[in-house]
């Protein structure tokens, strides 16, 4: 079954994300320009109907290049830098919490 991802931005104690990140960071223009909602219907074929929700194609999509661009190859790992980059955070849609490294994996293996 295809997961979305909606992003919504929590308000713990006065923190908001997006107050955070510098309005010339490369992440936050990124996201900025960036634009992968039109992924969701060519992916819809690769999802079961049932089942646990997989994590967002498009956030897994957005993990690639943050992979490439810190040079992180494995899943674990990207998920343990990305946890602690409140500017990935940002870019990839998630507050404070992200899905674990076996969500990615499968990604790995049911897209094309």
Do not use: W
């Amino acid at each position: 079954m295809q997961g979305k991802k909606e992003y919504q931005e929590k308000l713990f104690a006065q923190f908001q994300l997006s107050e955070r990140i510098p309005k010339n960071n490369f992440y936050r223009r990124l996201k900025g320009v960036l634009d992968l909602e039109f992924l969701y219907m060519p992916t819809r074929p690769y999802y079961g109907e049932s089942g646990q929700k997989s994590i967002d194609p498009v956030v897994f999509f957005k993990l690639c290049p943050v992979g490439y661009l810190e040079n992180i190859i494995s899943d674990r790992k990207l998920i343990d830098h990305c946890s602690m980059g409140l500017d990935i955070l940002y870019f990839i849609g998630y507050d404070t919490c992200l899905p674990a490294g076996r969500s990615t994996r499968s990604c790995h293996g049911i897209l094309p």
